[in-house]
């Protein structure tokens, strides 16, 4: 039912594309062998000595790296991971010792990778055209000639539409190169940030429909619309952000493909309020985001149920915030991927990859309290030591599918490759439920 | 700079403390000390020295045993600061902050006060008697001032000096037996727990000094408590929805004609605690311990009733404090800090902190309109608490100069009212 499904959407697309934008179809290059020569230098895999913990590299490609921590980076059966190496697409099996593949030759600037069929996404730099590849076959077409200027970011549940945005008029490419974070391999300075932000440039978000290849426009804005992110669960609602220095915004907002229920997710309160790196769960109600009130003081993961309205805000400790989190695909536990001393934490014991297990109040929630945003605590479990990392290069961490590893990006040895560590999130939780003191005692006043 | 010899307190510490050296504590001078004649036998030479640890000389203010300030939030000083009141036992004291003589001002047994700011008097009530008192502190006389409704106990008094504001039950507090195997602390929340929730109607009342007329301020059925009236302004009244500090929203402020009844801090998150809230000199500004969640993340803030700007700043675990208490222009706060029984559960919490307060630079080019300013405390120890008993409440406040940092403690083993300097001791004190 599934497969079927899975393949009648993909000719639905494909036929659709080659209709609708009378474009000959451009078939990809036999998928192309890696040389892994470059990595000698590198281990393979080894028993990190400070936690006990497997590492293991998952690719060949010096300077390769995962996709940004909050797109999917997955083939929909979970068995390859789809990452960057030289501007170029590669691909790799998770389990197995099989060698890197590589998918699209670059340059690439924007790329989508399927939830529902193993096909990905992508925009050429060359020739700004909108391309569907898949995975397995290695068929590629071009599906449309997006507008100047205009990325696509994610793809819906149902993998339907797509959706992006765009800088209307004239741009210098350096500031849609400067500005993407999927190029990106380090963060924004601060005073790009906020050149940018204060440039206040017309932007559009856009959907694509990908069996009509029809662009509509949803939201017209001069704030810096960025990180689009499809709720992997429900088809047409979208997450994005009004991107700048995050004192300066209120970022996180939803808004329906039909351009209705244009919502703020968190309002600031504080004058040096951050909210930032939100995420979907799973479930594809809950966004999690980064919150610390204020910057650099207290540090939380913080989520909001699109659904119900509750909120949860769990307190993590200075010296384990880390730039980017993830939730498992079951939201029993979190990852996270650390931070040096030059972060908002200013952490004096950041560099880990970090696993991280909640602990909430176990008293069933007062009626009356249902108005109040629920707290808990997470707890971390180290599992890579970074302190060789240089936080120039995101590790942007991310569980693998089955939840059994956390995957990320490090320089450890220098050029940077992207890693897994054995998770044990099982063993984990049993651990932590033996520590677990829970909430329902009364605090001394 | 240290010492400023011009300061008459100054002056008057340095003559008590002229034949102290060294660290160890050594007595004061015997004259300067009063012996009440309704405690004779139960008076101590008072002591001073330098805290090792931090440096900051600390001085025993009070003789008496079992004396203690009054709570960190009641005005304790009158006669525009020359006079400090406290309690010893259920008796009230007054203690000369110039010549340092202390002596008794009502025996007691007093269950409520109220200390007059400018004119040297004391308001006060007594057990199971309707009557307000006051007495004069230049020579003890004490007159009836007013009748009050039965069960009203009293805690303020207006800036202009013509009102007295308390609470009183409208009928007696229900008791609920206690559960003899439930520990010190848990009897308390339980207590605490099951008065909120009896909902007993109360009164939140002013009496006339004058004309002795009574006013219902507010009827609640809320747990209304901790009355204080603005230093400044004479019809601002701030109160507290009193309970288990994650069940109430606490802080309010009210006008003596019952009007802009207005809850201070909402609470947003589960366990969100606001309290222990006191007035901040200028009369406008509220300031209170803010935890997000109870026992989580600190916070010292503050909310301005007039330009309705808030501030927050933040702290370290380890320096948080059952209370605070600001100086009169802000520039510095106090702390009594806490053991790790306490919220904080901090592990060396047991100190007397000075706090300089710095503001986080805002965000420049977007609008600031209604956003919290936010900052940091910053703590220097100025006594180190390690041997005081936190059953006992430090209740910590300045002197009206802001050169001391006034406290209860137990660290000499009975319970004496002290002061701490906020200025380093020099090596060699001038003036030897």
């Known amino acids: 039912m599934c497969q079927k499904l899975k393949s009648i959407i993909t000719k639905c697309v494909v036929m659709a594309l080659m209709g609708c934008c009378g474009q000959a179809s451009t078939w990809a290059q036999p998928v192309q062998q890696s040389s892994p020569s470059n990595s000698l230098n590198t281990p393979v895999t080894w028993v990190d000595s400070d936690t006990g913990k497997r590492v293991t590299r998952l690719t060949d490609e010096p300077n390769s790296r995962s996709l940004y921590f909050n797109q999917n980076a997955f083939t929909p059966d979970g068995k390859e991971m789809v990452y960057l190496a030289n501007n170029s697409i590669y691909v790799v099996a998770l389990a197995g010792t099989n060698p890197t593949r590589l998918l699209v030759p670059g340059p690439i600037n924007s790329i989508v990778v399927g939830r529902k069929t193993p096909t990905v996404y992508f925009t050429k730099t060359d020739d700004n055209g909108f391309y569907a590849i898949n995975v397995n076959t290695g068929q590629m077409l071009k599906l449309l000639d997006l507008p100047l200027h205009a990325r696509v970011t994610t793809l819906n549940a149902d993998e339907t539409m797509a959706a992006g945005t765009l800088i209307e008029g004239e741009v210098s490419a350096s500031v849609q190169q400067d500005t993407d974070p999927v190029l990106r391999s380090a963060p924004l300075t601060e005073d790009q940030m906020d050149a940018r932000f204060t440039a206040r440039l017309p932007m559009a978000l856009y959907t694509l429909d990908l069996r009509t290849a029809t662009i509509k426009t949803i939201l017209r804005s001069t704030d810096w619309l960025d990180e689009v992110m499809f709720s992997p669960k429900d088809p047409t609602l979208l997450m994005y952000c009004h991107q700048g220095p995050w004192t300066k915004v209120d970022r996180i907002w939803t808004i329906r493909t039909d351009g209705t229920g244009n919502e703020l997710v968190h309002k600031r309160t504080l004058s040096r309020e951050a909210v930032g790196n939100a995420f979907w769960d799973n479930d594809g109600n809950t966004i999690w985001y980064d919150l610390q009130l204020p910057l650099g003081e207290t540090f939380y993961l913080a989520s909001y149920n699109v659904k119900t309205g509750q909120r949860m805000r769990y307190s993590i400790a200075r010296d384990n915030w880390s730039i980017h989190y993830n939730a498992a695909a079951d939201g029993s536990v979190f990852c996270g991927d650390g931070s040096d001393s030059v972060g908002p934490a200013v952490a004096l014991d950041g560099k880990w990859v970090e696993l991280f297990t909640p602990k909430t109040r176990i008293e069933p929630l007062d009626p009356s309290k249902q108005n109040l945003i629920q707290t808990g605590s997470l707890n971390p479990w180290h599992l890579v030591n970074l302190s060789k990392q240089k936080y120039t290069v995101e590790p942007n961490v991310r569980f693998s599918p089955d939840h059994k590893q956390v995957i990320f990006t490090s320089n450890m040895f220098g050029p940077s490759y992207v890693y897994a560590v054995d998770a044990d999130v099982v063993a984990t939780q049993a651990t932590q439920v033996k520590y677990s003191v829970g909430g329902g005692k009364l605090p001394n006043l | ?432």
Request: aromatic share 10%; net charge negative; with cysteine.
């Open chain 2, 1 to 432: 700079m240290q010492y400023r010899l011009a300061c008459s307190l100054q002056v008057a510490l340095l003559c008590l403390v002229s034949a102290m050296v060294g660290l160890t504590p050594v007595a004061l001078s015997a004259q300067a000390v009063t012996t009440p004649t309704t405690h004779v036998g139960n008076t101590v030479p008072r002591v001073s020295w330098i805290d090792e640890d931090t440096g900051h000389r600390v001085i025993q203010l009070t003789p008496e045993k079992d004396s203690r300030g009054l709570y960190f939030n009641e005005n304790a000083f009158t006669d525009g600061g020359k006079m400090m009141v406290y309690f010893v036992g259920q008796s009230v004291y007054v203690l000369n902050l110039e010549s340092h003589r202390a002596r008794p001002l009502v025996p007691g047994p007093v269950d409520s006060l109220a200390v007059a700011r400018k004119t040297p008097v004391v308001y006060f009530m007594r057990p199971r008697d309707t009557g307000l008192y006051v007495a004069k502190v230049d020579n003890g006389q004490i007159v009836k001032v007013a009748d009050l409704p039965p069960r009203a106990t009293i805690s303020t008094l207006n800036a202009d000096e013509t009102l007295v504001a308390g609470t009183y039950t409208e009928i007696d507090v229900p008791q609920h037996p206690v559960d003899p195997n439930l520990k010190a602390s848990s009897v308390r929340a339980t207590q605490m727990d099951a008065r909120l929730a009896d909902h007993v109607p109360m009164v939140l009342f002013t009496v006339n000094l004058k004309t002795a007329e009574v006013k219902t301020v507010l009827h609640s059925t809320d747990w209304l408590n901790h009355v204080q009236f603005s230093p400044k302004d004479p019809t601002l009244l701030m109160y507290c929805h009193e309970g288990l500090w994650w069940k109430v929203d606490r802080i309010w402020t009210i006008r003596t004609d019952g009007t802009q009844n207005q809850l201070i801090h909402a609470r947003t998150v589960d366990n969100e605690v606001a309290g222990h809230e006191f007035w901040d000199a200028d009369g406008v500004t509220i300031w209170y311990d803010l935890q997000i969640p109870h026992g989580a993340n600190f916070y010292v803030a503050s909310y301005n009733t007039t330009t309705r700007e808030r501030r927050w700043y933040h702290m370290d675990r380890d320096a948080w404090s059952i209370h605070y208490n600001s100086a009169a222009d802000d520039s510095i706060f106090c702390g009594d800090g806490g053991d790790r029984t306490q919220v904080a559960k901090s592990k060396n919490g047991q100190w007397i902190e000075l706090f300089t307060p710095s503001l986080d630079p805002p965000p420049t080019g977007v609008d600031q309109t209604g956003m919290v300013e936010t900052g940091a405390f910053q703590a220097e120890h100025l006594a180190n608490m390690a041997k005081h008993n936190y059953k006992i409440e430090p209740n910590v406040r300045f002197s009206p100069d802001n050169k001391l940092v006034i406290f209860t403690s137990t660290v000499l083993g009975d319970t004496y009212v002290f002061a701490v300097e906020v200025a380093k001791a020099s090596k060699q004190p001038s003036g030897q």
